[in-house]
């Protein structure tokens, strides 16, 4: 399957392939990527395997939330 490049959601500049290859879901090419302080945004919490209403707190792991950041347009 051959990626064809796309314009960048933000400044409209080509994502050059090799970005696309590596991040194939990118809406941002490298430069905006940069500027806005990258394209996700990251949450972490703690995971409560205890017991409903125990007051006891068993930490299992962590879940992690992904976001994409809004692209606003330049001017």
Not at 70 to 75: G, I, T
Request: charged share 35%.
């Amino acid at each position: 399957m051959t990626i064809k490049p796309r314009p960048c959601k933000r400044c409209k500049a080509e994502i050059p392939v090799e970005r696309l290859e590596a991040v194939p879901g990118t809406i941002l090419c490298v430069k905006c990527s940069r500027e806005v302080g990258g394209e996700w945004e990251y949450s972490f919490k703690d995971e409560n395997t205890a017991k409903a209403g125990s007051l006891k707190k068993n930490y299992g792991g962590i879940s992690i939330q992904k976001r994409r950041k809004p692209a606003h347009r330049l001017e």
